[in-house]
């Protein structure tokens, strides 16, 4: 029975790519204290399946096309928030990973060549320790052997559980504070006062707090969408929405008083209608700039996008499966439904075309090769060149027709098929020189991982709370971006319940993993090259 399974695992490879995934996010769901393996468990059904069939191997593109569809799916999430933190703090943010990620990399090279680990295999726990399948990826292109594979997997486990550790015992001892979560959408009604009858509403919005918005007006006893250009007059009422109370709380005492009334209520003139975003032609394209059904008022109002409730600022821009709060005549509600696609369907469409060009480009962009002195020549190839492209594409979000965007669950899968992909390709093809290493090598080559962990992490919440002072929860979202996995990511959102984390994270993550994958082939090229 036994020798029938190893046959079958080892004469057919989509067989065996589909079992490690399988059993492997199975195992990845085991939670001992806290912690559990997620999406990296199916490397390790990988190694023991390579290690059980030794004949199995996934060959073809399968595990590159896996990483390249990781890869796209981070920069195009992360595509905005990138190129954001390349002014201001997050020049900081990103000059603080930096440091870390070198001193990583430079303690494992320089450990490596105490205890005399071969090249490629350190390259691996570095890659290892960082969590960054990119990295690993740099260094099987440069090393042409599967020693990173090795390294990568003996680091791997710690590269994890390591932040989370240091997180934890940092919050312990730093003890940071936080305000209470507070909602986002906030709305009130104001009757407005004797002393601004006959002015224009654009006139006194101009004073208004930052981010509050009027959505309508109640004149005479009927609602209408606010404009601009209308007048008040004593004793109208307008409905505002805003991302806090003390706002609206400033505008009352500006305009008149708070005075719950008929506004929201009265559904009359305008009634208030919940839609999905499914076209395409609503996506990708600012508020100010959005066109809206012509021929009778429509004002957009409210907008939920999965957990978060969001006001609609001028420059915000919809996403498919957005649900959409909008005012309109109560006679126009199937207009509005056509008009904005209102299908729950939106959550997971995007479009193959905008994917499969953007994807090519990336791949186009890898076979560029960069001349350094002194090293040789320098492709990011599959690593980095996707995730460039892919960053540039995000933070686009549209050109023209094309929509580069996607739909955040689409992402969610997109990211974890191909990266369990990938790591079924490596687990399998590593097989049994993994078994001979580890039992040669494997406590020394899990101390150098954890103390190169250990290095870029310290130096990242050391620095930067004692010395650069950055606000914690900024500081634990450097620290998840520099190391990579996003299971930190998401503990380190527990100990600091904040929305700075995520934007810390999508700060530093693209561009450490660029650092780690030019560094590796570096690296491995001045091997190679004083080898031969």
């Excluded at 399988?22 to 195992?27: C, D, F, K, N, R």
């Excluded at 096309?65 to 920069?75: K, V």
Aim: glycine content about 12%; proline content about 6%; aromatic content about 8%.
């Amino acid at each position: 029975m036994l020798d029938l399974a190893r046959d079958l695992i080892g004469s057919q490879p989509i067989l065996t790519a589909f079992l490690a995934i399988g059993v492997g996010y199975l195992v990845g769901q085991i939670n001992i204290f806290g912690f559990s393996l997620g999406v990296g468990a199916v490397l390790f059904v990988g190694l023991a399946l390579g290690a059980f069939a030794p004949k199995a191997q996934i060959i073809g593109p399968i595990g590159l096309t896996g990483l390249i569809m990781f890869l796209y799916g981070i920069g195009i999430l992360y595509g905005r928030q990138f190129f954001e933190g390349m002014v201001g703090a997050g020049q900081k943010y990103n000059l603080l990973a930096l440091v870390g990620c070198l001193a990583g990399l430079a303690v494992a090279l320089l450990l490596g060549h105490i205890f005399g680990i071969k090249i490629g295999h350190t390259l691996g726990l570095y890659a290892g320790s960082m969590t960054s399948t990119a990295t690993l990826q740099a260094a099987l292109d440069v090393m042409k052997n599967k020693d990173p594979s090795i390294g990568y997997s003996i680091a791997y486990p710690f590269g994890v559980i390591g932040p989370i550790l240091c997180i934890y015992f940092m919050t312990r001892i730093v003890k940071p504070k936080f305000p209470a979560k507070t909602q986002r959408f906030h709305m009130g009604e104001i009757s407005v006062g004797e002393r601004f009858a006959g002015r224009r509403l654009g006139d006194l919005m101009a004073k208004a707090p930052r981010g509050l918005q009027v959505t309508m007006v109640r004149k005479g006893g009927h609602n209408i969408v606010a404009t601009d250009d209308t007048i008040l007059e004593n004793g109208d009422a307008v409905l505002v929405v805003a991302e806090d109370n003390e706002a609206i709380a400033t505008a009352a005492a500006k305009l008149g008083m708070l005075s719950p009334g008929r506004l929201a209520s009265d559904r009359a003139d305008l009634d208030y209608i919940r839609v999905f975003v499914g076209k395409a032609s609503a996506v990708g394209i600012p508020l100010a700039r959005l066109p809206m059904p012509a021929g009778y008022p429509t004002h957009l109002l409210h907008v939920r996008r999965y957990d978060a409730d969001l006001v609609p600022a001028p420059d915000l821009m919809l996403e498919f499966g957005d649900r959409v709060g909008v005012l309109a005549p109560p006679e126009r509600k199937e207009e509005i439904r056509r008009h904005f696609g209102d299908t729950v369907k939106a959550t997971a469409e995007f479009s193959y075309v905008s994917l499969g060009l953007g994807m090519v480009m990336g791949v186009l962009l890898g076979l560029i090769p960069i001349p350094i002195p002194g090293v040789g020549i320098v492709t990011l190839g599959i690593g980095g060149d996707p995730l460039i492209v892919a960053l540039i594409l995000g933070k686009l979000r549209r050109t023209g027709p094309m929509l580069w965007t996607m739909p955040l669950p689409a992402n969610i899968v997109l990211r974890n098929f191909g990266l369990a992909m990938f790591l079924a390709t490596v687990g399998v093809n590593a097989r049994q020189p993994f078994v001979r290493t580890v039992a040669e090598s494997g406590f020394t080559m899990l101390f150098i991982g954890v103390a190169v962990l250990l290095t870029t992490v310290a130096i990242v919440l050391l620095v930067g709370h004692y010395l650069m002072k950055i606000p914690y929860d900024d500081l634990v979202g450097v620290a998840s971006g520099a190391t990579g996995n996003p299971a930190i990511l998401v503990y380190s959102a527990k100990m600091a319940p904040t929305e700075r984390p995520d934007i810390g994270y999508a700060m530093i993550f693209p561009s450490m993993t660029l650092v780690k994958v030019i560094a590796a082939q570096i690296v491995g090229l001045l091997a190679v090259g004083s080898a031969g």
